[in-house]
Nanobody
C-alpha cells in the first residue's frame, strides 16, 4: 500500500501562486507515475500534471500548461505542484495520485492510490 497526503492548498488572489505538496509513504518502490488531478464542483475530475517517479518526462493538462510545474524530491518522497498565474477557473479540490503500472498518465482510472485532496480557491 501507498499513502499520499497533500498539503499547501488555500485561498489566493487571481494572478498569485501556490505550491502543493504530496508526501508519499509505504511501498513507494512500486510507483511508476505520480500525478495531480483536480475536481471542481459539478465537474468531472480533470488531469492536471504527471511525471515518472524515476524522473524524466512531465505531462500537463492543456488548461495549465505553461503555468503549472510538477517536480519531485525523491529523497523526501514528495511531489510538488507549483501553480503560477492562478485563475478563478483553477478553483477545485486538487488530488495527488500514484500508479504502479501507468500507461496513459492522463487517465485517472489507471491510478492506484489517491490522497484526500486539498482545496484551492481563486476568487473571481
Amino acid at each position: 500500500q501507498v499513502q499520499l497526503v497533500e498539503s499547501g492548498g488555500g485561498l489566493v488572489q487571481a494572478g498569485g501562486s501556490l505550491r502543493l505538496s504530496c508526501a508519499a509513504s509505504g511501498r513507494t518502490f512500486s510507483i511508476n507515475v505520480m500525478g495531480w488531478f483536480r475536481q471542481a464542483p459539478g465537474k468531472e475530475r480533470e488531469f492536471v500534471a504527471a511525471m515518472w517517479w524515476s524522473g524524466g518526462s512531465t505531462y500537463y493538462g492543456d488548461s495549465v500548461n505553461g503555468r503549472f510545474t510538477i517536480s519531485r524530491d525523491n529523497a523526501k518522497k514528495v511531489v510538488y505542484l507549483q501553480m503560477n498565474s492562478l485563475k478563478p477557473e483553477d478553483t477545485a479540490v486538487y488530488y495527488c495520485a500514484a500508479g504502479k503500472s501507468i500507461v496513459t498518465v492522463r487517465l485517472d482510472a489507471q491510478y492506484d492510490y489517491w490522497g484526500q485532496g486539498t482545496q484551492v480557491t481563486v476568487p473571481s
